[in-house]
């Protein structure tokens, strides 16, 4: 069974500094796709950025970067220029294309300092 | 465009009480949904997942069942609450075969009492 591992329960950062969080997981497919959500104190879950197993290119959007190491499944987030607004709760996910099953790790609560 | 309704959006039940959650998606067809559930500060620990009618995969043996009687509806189900069934249920829905990630629903806090 897939599953997702996020080691770091709390971060925190200097507003304006960048953080990385890191995420790894357990599959034995060669397809499928990984996903970073933010969940802010309002709850709602927020796709922050995707990637997709057989892309080689590491995912941009805007701030938010990952570092996609296939070979060591590992799959971490970089916030670069971190704002107040990015404070929450930030979780890890897999998604198998066969099964269409989405399983997330445990999260990362980070916090800005300001 | 899709969207997504979940309610209620808060919910206290008495323990050895029924439970129904819905779920509707709008905008799409055939798609798959999703229930999590969200201890408090915790991970979001995958329920029940559909990929059709009739097509619901348990995750966890639990004290919970769900049901699809309609292509875009999700149901949450329990015949008998428990105060371990407290926390945070959130539904969601992604686009069968297709690359994107999951869409959520703005959840349900339930409180078993």
């Known amino acids: 069974a897939q599953t997702v591992t996020q080691s770091q329960p709390e971060m925190s950062v200097q507003e304006a500094e960048t953080v990385t969080l890191s995420c790894t997981y357990d599959?034995?497919?060669?397809?499928?796709?990984l996903f970073w959500y933010k969940q802010p104190p309002s709850r709602q879950m927020i796709l922050v950025i995707r990637q997709e197993a057989y892309k080689q290119q590491n995912a941009t959007e805007n701030r938010f970067s990952v570092n996609f190491q296939k070979a060591a499944k590992s799959f971490s987030l970089k916030i670069s220029d971190s704002q107040l607004g990015d404070a929450a709760m930030y979780f890890c996910?897999?998604?198998?294309?066969?099964?269409?099953?989405?399983?997330f790790g445990q999260g990362t609560r980070l916090t800005i300092n300001p | 465009s899709q969207t997504i309704h979940q309610w209620p959006a808060t919910l206290v039940q008495p323990v050895g009480s029924p439970l129904s959650l819905e779920c509707t998606v709008e905008?799409?067809?055939?798609?798959?949904l999703y229930w999590y559930r969200q201890a408090a500060g915790r991970g979001l620990q995958l329920l029940f997942y559909?990929?059709?009618?009739?097509?619901i995969s348990s995750e966890v043996p639990q004290n919970l069942s769900a049901s699809r009687p309609q292509d875009r509806q999700f149901i949450l189900s329990s015949k008998k609450l428990l105060l371990s069934d407290s926390g945070f249920y959130l539904c969601?829905?992604?686009?069968?075969?297709?690359?994107?990630?999951?869409?959520f629903g703005q959840g349900t806090r339930l409180t078993v009492v």
């Open positions: 996910a897999y998604r198998s294309p066969d099964a269409q099953k989405l399983v």
């Open positions: 559909s990929i059709g009618i009739d097509q």
């Open positions: 905008g799409t067809s055939n798609p798959n």
């Open positions: 599959t034995s497919e060669s397809d499928y796709y």
């Open positions: 969601a829905w992604s686009a069968r075969g297709r690359r994107g990630g999951a869409f």
